[in-house]
């Protein structure tokens, strides 16, 4: 690898893991309602380590480069403004931001690092505000926080970036408007503003988990910065709650079998039929640990029995050694604290697996009529394998097929057509 190349691959790296840190840093500083800005402060500072690099080399502390090169082109910002008000600092710790003999060390202060980590659990907690959508929450946070480009967020959800600009446009008018700050919530509301952080990361993660609209149906990058959200929760005090632990145990047992879904081809591999031996042992491991650690307090969280399922599939030597019986109590449970269809739709399979294919199909009548079914691929395609395991090959069919009109990933697609040829043949 030439030296143009290993800088690049650098940065790009440096880049996923700062970015969203050095924003948060400077939204702090200038205020929401100056994101715009704040990106770009942080896009000429990549400039500028590109263009240095190039010439003095990759210095000994890449990161520290480059957070004290946006530190200096905000302070820059402060100077050429301070005679005007385009930006509030009233606030006690902004003032000395107003005089020349204190602007330096009070800009240090806001980039010593507990700040930094404060700043960026602050940032994670705007983006998921709960007055922006879902897709606008992802969407930002995959923007602003992840470092991914807006053509990277349009490929990952298969939209133009006209789309995705709409979305960051209005993310961005919110903040604008409301001057949203960055704090991370009292106890009293913690918890309830953490479910909704967590419930964005593990978005983040399935689309890096399984891509519902990529050709890569594994998308590494994706699951590498939601696991990275979710460690800033745990390092810190105040959010190290019982379901941020149960969902990283999560997302540690589904990252641990990553090699072992996909052929070197990247055609999709069923579970049953995946070698374990490709299993990151040490990632099932952690993820066991974590398990344990989130077992403190009264919570028990959907994040907690997806997680424990997930344990039973990591740890069981064969498929057929899977302890099915402890996965259908734990879904029995995840279904008590609130219905969902797609929960119950998974427990259908375990009954496949448990009782038969007839069970399954008695069982699967109860969610035939939902109207959140009639969309979702993998509701078709489970009735698909349950007809065909019933000898009922026709109508097994119909619904691989309507399975794979449903489902935008490539991978998938191949897969649905393969088992139609082979019920066919």
């Known amino acids: 690898m030439n030296e143009g190349s290993n800088i690049h691959q650098t940065l790009n790296h440096l ?19 100056h994101l715009q800005m704040v990106e770009d ?57 107003t005089s020349e003999y204190t602007l330096s060390r009070t800009m240090d202060q806001f980039w010593e690092e507990t700040e930094i980590q404060d700043d960026f659990l602050g940032m994670m907690f705007a983006c998921c505000h709960p007055e922006l959508s879902k897709e606008n929450q992802i969407t930002f946070i995959l923007k602003s926080l992840c470092g991914f480009s807006t053509r990277e967020v349009a490929k990952a959800f298969l939209t133009g970036e006209d789309t995705i600009s709409k979305r960051l446009y209005r993310t961005k008018e919110y903040f604008r408007k409301n001057k949203v700050k960055l704090q ?30 990529n050709d890569q149906l594994i998308r590494e990058d994706v699951i590498s910065q939601a696991m990275l959200l979710c460690k800033s929760l745990l390092d810190n005090p105040k959010t190290q709650l019982p379901q941020a632990y149960a969902l990283m145990a999560l997302m ?32 099932i491991y952690k993820g066991n640990d974590l398990l344990n650690q989130a077992a403190f307090g009264d919570t028990v969280s959907p994040y907690h029995l997806e997680a424990a399922i997930a344990y039973e599939h990591s740890t069981a030597k064969s498929y057929q050694e899977t302890n099915w019986e402890a996965i259908l109590r734990y879904y029995d449970h995840w279904l008590s604290l609130a219905f969902d269809p797609v929960v119950y739709l998974n427990r259908c399979l375990v009954l496949l697996e448990l009782k038969g294919p007839q069970a399954a199909w008695d069982a699967m009548n109860q969610i035939q009529d939902h109207q959140k079914m009639q969309n979702y691929y993998l509701y078709h395609a489970a009735l698909g394998e349950i007809l065909d395991r019933l000898g009922r090959k026709a ?5 691989l097929e309507a399975a794979a009109k449903l489902t935008q990933s490539a991978p998938e697609k191949r897969f649905l057509r393969d088992k139609i040829a082979a019920i066919c043949n």
């Not at 996923?16 to 840190?21: I, L, V």
């Not at 009293?188 to 890096?208: K, M």
């Open 15 to 33: 880049f996923r893991q700062e970015s969203g840190r050095m924003v948060a840093v400077l939204v702090n500083v200038f205020g929401t309602e």
């Open 41 to 97: 402060v942080v896009q000429d500072a990549l400039v500028s380590a590109l263009e240095t690099w190039k010439i003095k080399g990759v210095p000994d502390n890449p990161r520290a480069w480059l957070y004290r090169t946006a530190k200096n082109k905000a302070i820059d910002i402060v100077r050429r403004n301070k005679f005007s008000e385009t930006f509030d600092f009233s606030a006690p710790e902004h003032q000395l931001l």
């Open 184 to 213: 991370i919530p009292g106890p009293d509301e913690i918890a309830n503003r953490t479910d909704a952080v967590l419930s964005a990361i593990y978005l983040v993660f399935n689309e890096g988990y399984s891509a519902t609209h």
């Open 252 to 283: 540690c047992f589904h990252a641990a079998r990553i090699e072992g879904r996909l052929t070197r081809e990247g055609e999709l591999i069923l579970l049953n039929q995946q070698d374990r031996s490709t299993w990151n042992a040490e990632l």
């Open 395 to 399: 109508e097994a069919v119909q619904f």
